[in-house]
């Protein structure tokens, strides 16, 4: 029940010198190491206006609340609300992945450098700073040496899953606190266990008031890593308590105080956020999606991901929904190596309760109907069982795999500290085996074909000029708006969130990728605004490159949506059929001009 109790001369190590670890040398190299990696993963967007990472719907949205926590920040807005997109509504970001745990500390990043940037920092340090958190755990409550710690580290930051994440969803790759909370939650026992009260003193009141409020910052980081957190301890501690009731029972008082004080804290400081993201303004009820629909393919498990110096692009293709949710995706090394270490090591109740917890989670990852090889099979998943709780009917099954990547760093680091403290050699004479040698070349048979690759990017349109340069402001008065072509309705990629997060979110425009409500009087969840009959047009011409014909009442319409949007200036970039959507706004609106690489309407007098 404590990750400080494993065995003995562990708990005595956690509680002597080793409970406040000293910056060393070695462990800066470490730290160093982990940037330095992440730092090359994301090289194909340094420098690079023009490039955005695969997923290039996600990383806009996260570009773009980067860039409103910073203006939040710097102009005393609202962090939990913003009415610069989604023109006339504006949108409740307490209930979409705001991110403002990343968002206001990089908000200096952002105001001097842009939101390119800040979101590629933002990579990095979610990957380096969950490498360094657990690599900061394990050496402080559960192995010896520093390699151990290190190797576990790399797989706790930088596994498939995490990389996969971090190039799309910051709210899943900022994992840096996780170990903090286990940590708070999970102490050590003091070597002396008599010497004081069970429920007594510091061990339950300041431990448990750092958890609330550690809780409070990672729920402005990610409230699903949150949920997930709390699920993972829950197993942890139901199956230590199995494997040992004498430790259970003596630290439970404590382990429950902490938890009851932390709650505390936590509900006070979250009361008003949780409130605006459930019931102010824009709240939205369900999902616009089925959750259930995201899960893993069995076969996934001992598959190369496409991140990996191994890896391909069609066998992932079919294991895992998309790209982003590569979340497991281990090889067979990996958790071959994992099995023989919980053979090896099942007399410790830790291990046992890691490996109960990643069989777990592994399994909710499948989804309700198991699938092998790409194919369905009539085998219902153990997902079933929970796919309708209130909640976990959000999460998507294939982030319960998450879970089983700091269980395998885990596992991975306590052998090779294991290892590493026994004889090199077993055995006498000739006959003698190099045990060291042989773990040392099983672990690097099972690491090496998961060495992450630099995220893949994809080009993007350049903002154009007339947005960038701030050529707009002379056509856009206040209280108007700047109607980007094509406007977003249920799509990813919107060049109206781009444009904005690009600059410091100067305008005000309609549409945007958000989750909201279908309407004022209907709370139902929708991806985007709501649909207005321009836009579809305008989307559907843009997909498919064919002009339709244009009648007396798309004009009429079309003007009656850009009064509705308060528009003031529509403006056309680079689109991939961009020749077909300007020909259908024209028969809409009338010529356009082109001003700084933009073709412009100014619509002020069509729309009074």
């Excluded at 462990?27 to 690079?48: E, I, P």
């Excluded at 369900?286 to 991140?307: C, E, I, K, N, V």
């Amino acid at each position: 029940m404590s990750l400080g109790t494993v065995e003995r001369d562990v708990q005595a190590r956690a509680t002597g010198r080793r409970w406040r670890l000293r910056p060393r040398t070695p462990d800066l190299a470490v730290v160093a190491g982990y940037l330095a990696l992440a730092t090359w993963l994301t090289s194909r967007q340094w420098g690079r206006p023009d490039r955005l990472f695969h997923q290039a719907g996600d990383q806009i949205l996260f570009e773009w609340m980067l860039a409103h926590a910073a203006r939040a920040v710097a102009g005393l807005d609202n962090p939990l609300w913003s009415d610069a997109l989604n023109a006339p509504g504006g949108m409740n970001l307490m209930a979409n992945t705001s991110v403002l745990g990343l968002g206001v500390p990089l908000a200096p990043v952002t105001l001097l450098f842009g939101s390119q940037v800040a979101f590629a920092v933002a990579v990095v340090g979610c990957l380096a700073g969950t490498a360094t958190a657990w690599y900061v755990l394990l050496r402080r409550r559960l192995v010896e040496s520093r390699l151990a710690a290190a190797l576990g580290g790399l797989v706790c930051g930088f596994a498939p899953g995490m990389v996969a994440q971090a190039g799309s969803h910051l709210h899943m790759a900022a994992q840096f606190l996780v170990p903090v909370i286990l940590a708070l939650v999970f102490a050590p026992e003091p070597a002396d266990a008599t010497a004081a009260p069970a429920g007594a003193g510091p061990r339950v009141w300041r431990p448990g008031v750092l958890l609330g409020l550690v809780v409070t910052y990672q729920a402005f980081l990610g409230e699903e890593v949150l949920l997930l957190v709390a699920l993972a301890a829950g197993v942890l501690v139901i199956g230590y308590a199995l494997t040992d009731r004498a430790a259970a029972r003596r630290l439970a008082p404590v382990t429950a105080g902490r938890i009851a004080v932390g709650a505390v804290v936590a509900a006070a400081l979250l009361a008003y956020p949780l409130w605006f993201q459930f019931f102010g303004p824009g709240h939205y009820r369900g999902m616009p999606f089925h959750a259930y629909g995201f899960q893993l393919d069995a076969a996934s498990f001992t598959a190369t991901a496409r991140q990996t110096v191994f890896g391909d692009h069609r066998l992932p293709a079919l294991l895992a929904p998309n790209a982003t949710e590569e979340n497991s995706f281990f090889g067979p090394g990996l958790l071959v190596l994992a099995l023989v270490v919980t053979v090896w090591l099942w007399r410790r109740p830790l291990v046992r309760a890691l490996a109960a917890c990643g069989v777990v989670f592994a399994l909710l990852s499948l989804g309700p109907r198991v699938r092998l090889d790409g194919s369905s099979t009539e085998l219902p998943g153990p997902y079933l069982l929970i796919a309708e709780l209130p909640l976990l009917d959000h999460v998507v099954p294939a982030r319960f795999a998450l879970v089983c990547v700091p269980v395998l760093g885990i596992l991975l680091a306590l052998s090779v500290d294991r290892v590493q403290r026994q004889p090199a050699t077993a055995g006498a004479g000739p006959d003698a085996v190099p045990v060291r040698l042989l773990w040392a070349g099983a672990v690097a048979a099972a690491l090496l074909p998961l060495t992450p690759t630099p995220i893949r990017a994809v080009p993007n349109w350049p903002v154009p000029a007339f947005v960038a340069e701030g050529t707009w402001r002379a056509y856009v008065p206040a209280g108007r708006t700047v109607v980007p072509v094509p406007p977003v309705t249920n799509a990813g990629q919107s060049p109206a969130m781009l444009w904005s997060a690009r600059t410091g979110l100067a305008f005000t425009a309609p549409g945007g990728f958000f989750i909201g409500p279908r309407s004022p009087d209907d709370p139902a969840a929708r991806w985007g605004a709501p649909d207005r009959p321009t836009s579809l047009l305008l989307r559907r011409v843009a997909d498919t490159g064919e002009v339709p014909p244009i009648s007396e009442t798309d004009r009429r319409q079309a003007v009656a949506d850009l009064r509705h949007w308060r528009a003031a200036v529509v403006v056309q970039g680079g689109l991939h059929h961009g020749d077909p959507v300007r020909r259908t706004v024209e028969a809409l609106l009338g010529p356009a001009r082109e001003i700084g690489g933009a073709l412009v309407w100014d619509v002020r007098p069509l729309v009074g």
